[in-house]
């Protein structure tokens, strides 16, 4: 970005995924639109790139975990139409999970505690330790973990990871606001082949991988916990549709298409 453009520009990002180049963009001053068709990479980057009163944040957050943790479980909402998630969390964590959700109506800043909720579900399932980004399924049972070289447990809580998330989103919210511009940060959830990005100057992005993941499964968790639209049958280059000749072929033409639509925004030159 700083090679290719300057502060009061825009720059758009087709595939914003969690938002680091919408994040970076702000921090140089750049206008950045970006666009994801997966609903939660469209809210954690919604959230990262948002301007937030510290004070207020702060005291949300802080109040939501108080709330939690005195809530008798036995008071909780453990009860879902989930098979996922009554699969995939203990019933204590799941409880947890479930009553820290059920309050977010109640704070003005929603989308940064969902991320926080999202966070501590990840790491919440019962997993392996050492496989938290593609579980194939529950681990419900001890198993040995070859990190520590001991035997260990799926966990049966979800608070720790709750306070844990809520501690580091403060500190990074307090970090990004003393790098924050005010250059304009817009997201977009919908099809890049298709979206009006409006006026930009270039686009930087990584597209997508092909054949190797499936972006909403791999936040399966968090569509299940908020109930967010899902648009796999959209992603480009998905798992599912794996990597055959054909699979190839059309991945490049979906991805010619993103960038033919970008340019009819983008001026002769742009980057």
Excluded at 198 to 222: C, F, K, N
Excluded at 245 to 265: D, R
Aim: net charge negative; charged share 25%; proline share 6%.
């Amino acid at each position: 970005m700083r090679k290719y453009f300057q502060a009061g520009q825009t720059v758009f990002d087709p595939f914003s995924g969690s938002g680091t180049t919408l994040v970076q963009a702000n921090e140089l001053g750049i206008h950045a639109v970006g666009c994801d068709i997966s609903a939660f990479n469209v809210l954690l980057t919604r959230a990262k790139t948002k301007a937030y009163s510290g004070a207020e944040v702060k005291h949300e957050i802080k109040d939501i975990l108080a709330r939690v943790q005195n809530v008798p479980l036995e008071q909780a909402n453990p009860n879902t139409d989930s098979e996922f998630l009554k699969s995939w969390f203990a019933p204590q964590a799941l409880s947890e999970l479930l009553a820290f959700r059920d309050l977010i109506p109640e704070y003005e800043d929603q989308e940064i505690l969902k991320v926080i909720l999202s966070r501590a579900a990840r790491s919440a399932r019962m997993t392996t330790h050492f496989d938290l980004d593609f579980p194939k399924k529950p681990q419900t049972e001890p198993y040995h973990c070859y990190k520590p070289q001991r035997t260990c447990h799926p966990t049966p809580t979800a608070f720790q990871f709750l306070k844990r998330y809520s501690l580091d989103t403060i500190k990074r919210i307090e970090q990004f606001s003393m790098l924050r511009t005010n250059a304009g940060v817009e997201v977009i959830h919908g099809d890049s082949r298709h979206v009006n990005p409006g006026p930009i100057d270039g686009v930087i992005t990584s597209p997508p991988y092909v054949g190797l993941i499936d972006y909403h499964e791999q936040h399966r968790y968090a569509y299940e916990l908020l109930d967010i639209e899902d648009r796999s049958g959209q992603e480009i280059g998905a798992a599912s549709k794996g990597s055959s000749i054909k699979a190839k072929k059309e991945y490049q033409e979906l991805v010619a298409e993103v960038f033919t639509n970008a340019m009819q925004y983008m001026p002769s030159g742009g980057a």
